[in-house]
C-alpha cells in the first residue's frame, strides 16, 4: 500500500494525536517529559512490523516531506541565536562551550572505540556518540541519512532514531538526581539577589530568556506575525540549499541543514543590526517545533525495527556506558568549572538533558531543580543559548573532522 503527499501528512497529524493521547494516560511518559512524536512514532512503526510480519502488509509513505520539516526546524534554531544575548551570559557562556565542547568529543571517541572492539561498523559508534547524545532525532536523522546514501549503512537512520530515543529517555532520568545530588552534597541555595530577575512585567518582552521562567508571560502570536516569521525561515531555507548546493564537492562541503542554520543566524542578527525586523522568538520556535515534530512522526514509524535487532547489542553497549559518562562528567567537570554552586548545579541538570537527549529535557531538567529548590536565572540564559544553538555548530564541526579519519574513508563510496 503506497500513501501518497496528502495521505502521509494525515498518517503523521494521526501520529501526534496518538502520541499525545498516550502520554496524557501514562503517567511515567508525562513524568520523563517523553515528546509526542517519539511515543506515537514507535508504537505505530511496531504496529507497522506486526501487519507485515503477520498479514504481509506493508505501507509505503511519501517521504518527500521529510527534508523541508528537518530544514526548516534547523533554521528555526539559526533564527533563534540572538548574538546580542552573549554579553548576558559573557566569560561563563564561554566556559561552558569549552566542556560541552569536550564532552561531544568524548561521546564520540567513546562511541567509536567501543564499535571497533565489538567490530561493528564504526559509523554505529558515532550515532551512538555526539551525532544522536548531543545532537538528538532532528540531527540523528540527517546524519543518518547521509551515513546511508553516502556510506552505505543501510541501518544507519534506523540506529540514529533508536539511539536518540535512548538518549532522550536518560538524560531526562538522571537529569534530576545528578543535581540534587550536588545540591545535598555541597549544601548549596539560590543566591536571594537573582529573585529580583523575576519581576517581570506584563508587557516586558526584551528579555525573551524569561519564557522558560515565566511561561505565562506571553505575547499574543497573530497571523501577520507568523507570515513575517514563516517568511525568514522560507528566504533561510531557499539560500542555505542553494549554498549547499554550490559548497557541494569542495573543501566547505557541510549538510544541508547546517547551511540552513548557518543562514538563519547571519539573517536574524543582521536584520537586527540593522533595525529592520525584530524577531518573534517563541513564533519561530513554533514553527520550528511544529516542523520537527512532524518530520520525527513520519522518521520513527518508518523505522525498520527488524534491522535493529542484530544491531542490539553493540548498541546498548554504546549508549550505556555514554550515560555513566554524561553523568561522571556533569558531577565531577561540569559542575566543578561552573563555579561549584547552586548555578551549576542547576547547569549541570541541563546539561544532562542536552548532553544525552534534546534542549526540552534539558529545560525540563532544570525548571524541576529550581521549582523544587528556587531560582537560578543564569543557568536559563547559559543552557539554551549553547544547548540550543552553539553546540550545533560545534557538533557538526566534529563529525566532520571524524568522518576524516582513515577508518571512515575506507567505506565511503
Same mark, same amino acid.
Given at each position: 500500500? /503506497?500513501?501518497?503527499?496528502? $495521505?502521509?501528512?494525515?498518517?503523521?497529524?494521526? +501520529?501526534?494525536?496518538?502520541?499525545?493521547?498516550?502520554?496524557?494516560?501514562?503517567?511515567?511518559?508525562?513524568?520523563?517529559?517523553?515528546?509526542?512524536?517519539?511515543?506515537?512514532?514507535?508504537?505505530?512503526?511496531?504496529?507497522?512490523?506486526?501487519?507485515?510480519?503477520?498479514?504481509?502488509?506493508?505501507?509505503?509513505?511519501?517521504?518527500?516531506?521529510?527534508?523541508? *520539516?528537518?530544514? $526548516?526546524?534547523?533554521?528555526?534554531?539559526?533564527?533563534?541565536?540572538?548574538?546580542?544575548?552573549?554579553?548576558?551570559?559573557?566569560?561563563?557562556?564561554?566556559?561552558?562551550?569549552?566542556?560541552?565542547?569536550?564532552?561531544?568529543?568524548?561521546?564520540?571517541?567513546?562511541?567509536?572505540?567501543?564499535?571497533?572492539?565489538?567490530?561493528?561498523?564504526?559509523?554505529?559508534?558515532? *550515532?551512538?556518540?555526539?551525532?544522536?547524545?548531543?545532537?538528538?532525532?532532528?540531527?540523528?536523522?540527517?546524519?543518518?541519512?547521509?551515513?546511508?546514501?553516502?556510506?552505505?549503512?543501510?541501518?544507519?537512520?534506523?540506529?540514529?532514531?533508536?539511539?536518540?530515543?535512548?538518549?532522550?529517555?536518560?538524560?531526562?532520568?538522571?537529569?534530576?538526581?545528578?543535581?540534587?545530588?550536588?545540591?545535598?552534597?555541597?549544601?548549596?541555595?539560590?543566591?536571594?539577589?537573582?529573585?529580583?530577575?523575576? /519581576?517581570?512585567?506584563?508587557?516586558?518582552?526584551?528579555?525573551?530568556?524569561?519564557?522558560?521562567?515565566?511561561?505565562?508571560? /506571553?505575547?499574543?502570536?497573530?497571523?501577520?506575525?507568523?507570515?513575517?516569521?514563516?517568511?525568514?525561515?522560507?528566504?533561510?531555507?531557499?539560500i542555505g540549499t542553494q549554498l549547499y548546493t554550490f559548497a557541494k564537492g569542495t573543501l566547505f562541503e557541510l549538510p544541508n541543514f547546517v547551511w540552513c542554520l548557518f543562514l538563519g543566524v547571519i539573517i536574524r542578527n543582521g536584520?537586527?543590526?540593522?533595525?529592520?525586523?525584530?524577531?518573534?522568538?517563541?513564533?519561530?520556535?513554533?514553527?520550528?517545533?511544529?516542523?520537527?515534530?512532524?518530520?520525527?512522526?513520519?522518521?520513527?514509524?518508518?523505522?525498520?525495527?527488524?534491522?535493529?535487532?542484530?544491531?542490539?547489542?553493540?548498541?546498548?553497549?554504546?549508549?550505556?556506558?555514554? +550515560?555513566?559518562?554524561?553523568?561522571?562528567?556533569?558531577?565531577?567537570?561540569?559542575?566543578?568549572?561552573?563555579?561549584?554552586?547552586?548555578?551549576?548545579? +542547576?547547569?549541570?541538570?541541563?546539561?544532562?538533558?542536552?548532553g544525552l537527549g534534546a534542549m526540552p529535557t534539558c529545560i525540563v531538567n532544570m525548571q524541576t531543580i529550581t521549582q523544587h529548590y528556587g531560582p537560578s536565572h543564569m543557568a536559563f540564559i547559559i543552557a539554551p543559548l549553547v544547548g540550543a544553538f552553539f553546540v550545533d555548530l560545534v557538533n557538526a564541526i566534529a563529525i566532520k573532522l571524524f568522518l576524516m579519519l582513515p577508518m571512515f574513508n575506507v567505506i565511503?563510496?
Open positions: 500500500m /503506497e500513501l501518497n503527499f496528502y $495521505a502521509t501528512l494525515v498518517s503523521c497529524v494521526a +501520529v501526534l494525536l496518538f502520541g499525545r493521547f498516550i502520554i496524557k494516560r501514562v503517567d511515567v511518559l508525562y513524568r520523563f517529559s517523553i515528546p509526542v512524536p517519539v511515543v506515537g512514532g514507535i508504537i505505530v512503526a511496531i504496529i507497522l512490523l506486526i501487519l507485515k510480519a503477520k498479514f504481509d502488509i506493508s505501507i509505503k509513505f511519501d517521504e518527500s516531506i521529510k527534508e523541508p *520539516l528537518m530544514l $526548516a526546524f534547523f533554521t528555526s534554531i539559526g533564527l533563534s541565536a540572538d548574538f546580542s544575548s552573549l554579553k548576558k551570559g559573557g566569560k561563563i557562556l564561554v566556559i561552558f562551550l569549552i566542556l560541552v565542547s569536550i564532552d561531544l568529543f568524548l561521546q564520540n571517541i567513546i562511541g567509536i572505540s567501543i564499535a571497533t572492539i565489538l567490530g561493528v561498523n564504526p559509523l554505529l559508534g558515532l *550515532l551512538g556518540g555526539s551525532v544522536t547524545m548531543v545532537g538528538g532525532h532532528g540531527t540523528g536523522a540527517a546524519w543518518g541519512d547521509i551515513f546511508f546514501k553516502q556510506y552505505g549503512f543501510t541501518q544507519a537512520k534506523d540506529v540514529a532514531m533508536a539511539c536518540a530515543t535512548f538518549g532522550l529517555v536518560m538524560g531526562g532520568i538522571i537529569g534530576g538526581p545528578v543535581a540534587r545530588y550536588l545540591i545535598k552534597k555541597n549544601n548549596l541555595k539560590p543566591e536571594i539577589k537573582e529573585n529580583k530577575d523575576y /519581576e517581570v512585567k506584563e508587557t516586558d518582552y526584551k528579555d525573551e530568556s524569561l519564557i522558560f521562567e515565566m511561561p505565562k508571560k /506571553e505575547k499574543l502570536i497573530t497571523a501577520e506575525s507568523f507570515v513575517e516569521s514563516l517568511a525568514l525561515i522560507a528566504i533561510s531555507l531557499l536584520i537586527q543590526a540593522l533595525k529592520i525586523h525584530k524577531v518573534f522568538d517563541r513564533e519561530v520556535s513554533v514553527i520550528g517545533n511544529v516542523s520537527l515534530s512532524l518530520f520525527l512522526a513520519l522518521a520513527l514509524m518508518t523505522i525498520n525495527l527488524i534491522d535493529l535487532v542484530s544491531l542490539a547489542v553493540p548498541i546498548l553497549v554504546i549508549l550505556s556506558v555514554q +550515560v555513566v559518562l554524561m553523568a561522571l562528567f556533569a558531577i565531577f567537570v561540569t559542575f566543578r568549572f561552573m563555579g561549584r554552586d547552586y548555578d551549576a548545579a +542547576v547547569l549541570s541538570a541541563g546539561h544532562c538533558g542536552f565511503a563510496f
